[in-house]
């Protein structure tokens, strides 16, 4: 991969190395029987290129769809991916870049700056760059979890150690608190020292439960001091003059897969219907999955928020509770189309490039969206940390 500055056209006429591609792919269906002409542009995006595909009347969608894996080898390409595209009357031809370019953090935490300081977003993420060249950074309140799915090396922690870094050079920590569960041990560790931690970074299951034990009298307490101040929600609190506003919290998770599949058995103090407590064995797994549920069911309104990485989006991991309460997802390459339809309810993930690549989909926007995630260097990141620390 190059490391160059970030560029993508929006649309650029074709040049050379475009009509090769092209002519390739028009022989290629062709020859599969799909029927249809290419439009004469492209979007050469900084990993991948989308050609423009306008299937003939009778010619379906779904089987245009479905030739991806014959395109991919007549071009001798990595993967394909077939989108029909929102919007446009044609299908997207997504085809990786001989040369890909990595986003660079530092080109992109401008946007991030932008989006606290002008669009006063919260908690601004930045997800990443589209074929266009769009920067999409979105406010998590509004999402208002996040579960990150992607197969090993995808890029699920480079891509929190952006938004980290993102939050940590961008937000001010008495705006925002981060609270950081990192069970492998070595992905957060450049964070050490940031102002805006509540703890140090946990590194076992036991820390990180005890984290989400704290989190839930957090975010109880919190529905107290909202109630009593007859407000709905942080937003209506913080903007009273007469109290000190209350800071977001995020809360996240490196591998939740690990702690939600532990087997062994944590003790649990619960009510023994007397009045008292007793004293009931259950395993951490279990233990993490109700807490997580528990926080993420009533913490929206009190401006506490989760960002959840997995690499086995099994169903057992993430079904029941855990999906129903993360609308927002990002998935990296997975296996499988199956593992795709776990995490993202279609297929797609499967198609895609790995170091970053990933289709975001959000409550907020009808469709997904595939978009490259900034890569932040540990000296962003130590960067980012001095510059919070000095101000
Ligand atoms: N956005 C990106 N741009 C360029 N390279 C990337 C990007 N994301 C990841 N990579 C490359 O891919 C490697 C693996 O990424 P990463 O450690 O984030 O994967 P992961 O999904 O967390 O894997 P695991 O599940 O094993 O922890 C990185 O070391 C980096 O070299
Ligand atoms: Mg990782």
């Not at 591998?255 to 007397?274: C, F, W």
């Not at 079904?319 to 296996?335: C, D, M, Q, T």
């Not at 339809?341 to 279609?346: D, K, V």
Request: hydrophobic residues 45%; contains cysteine.
């Amino acid at each position: 991969m190059l490391n160059t500055k970030t560029t993508a056209s929006p649309t650029a006429p074709l040049d050379e190395k475009h009509l090769a591609v092209l002519a390739t792919l028009q022989v290629k269906l062709a020859s599969l029987g799909v029927e249809g002409h290419f439009l004469p542009f492209v979007s050469e995006g900084p990993v991948v290129t989308l050609y423009r595909f306008v299937p003939q009347n009778a010619t379906r969608v779904s089987l245009v769809e479905r030739v991806a894996p014959d395109l991919a080898i007549a071009l001798g390409a990595e993967c394909v991916q077939v989108k029909r595209l929102p919007g446009e009357m044609a299908v997207g031809i997504y085809v990786p870049n001989k040369e890909k370019k990595h986003i660079l953090f530092r080109d992109s935490v401008g946007h991030v700056w932008d989006a606290f300081n002008n669009k006063k977003q919260r908690i601004p993420l930045l997800f990443g760059i589209d074929h266009m060249g769009n920067f999409v950074v979105e406010d998590l309140p509004l999402l208002p979890h996040l579960l990150i799915a992607g197969a090993t090396g995808s890029g699920k922690s480079t891509f929190l150690n952006s938004i980290l870094a993102g939050l940590i050079y961008c937000v001010p920590p008495g705006r925002l608190k981060l609270v950081l569960s990192d069970v492998k041990q070595v992905e957060f560790t450049n964070f050490v020292g940031a102002p805006h931690l509540m703890f140090p970074v946990s590194t076992s299951i036991h820390e990180t439960l005890e984290q989400m034990e704290w989190l839930i009298d957090e975010v109880n307490r919190r529905l107290t001091v909202l109630a009593k101040a007859s407000c709905q929600n942080i937003l209506q609190y913080n903007a009273l003059e007469t109290r000190s506003a209350l800071p977001y919290i995020l809360f996240v998770i490196d591998e939740l897969a690990e702690i939600l599949m532990d087997k062994s058995n944590e003790e649990q103090e619960i009510p023994d219907g007397k009045g008292g407590t007793k004293i009931k064995l259950l395993s951490r797994g279990k233990l993490a999955e109700h807490r997580l549920g528990l926080i993420a069911q009533k913490a929206r309104a009190t401006g506490v928020h989760i960002i959840a990485a997995t690499q086995r989006p099994s169903v057992k991991v993430v079904e029941g509770n855990i999906k129903a309460n993360f609308p927002a997802r990002v998935s990296f390459r997975l296996p499988s189309e199956a593992d795709s339809r776990t995490i993202l309810n279609t297929s797609g993930a499967e198609q895609l490039l790995s170091q970053g690549d990933m289709l975001f989909v959000s409550p907020n926007s009808p469709a997904i969206r595939r978009l490259h995630a900034p890569l932040a260097s540990i000296e962003d990141i130590r960067a980012a940390v001095d510059v919070a620390c000095r101000r």
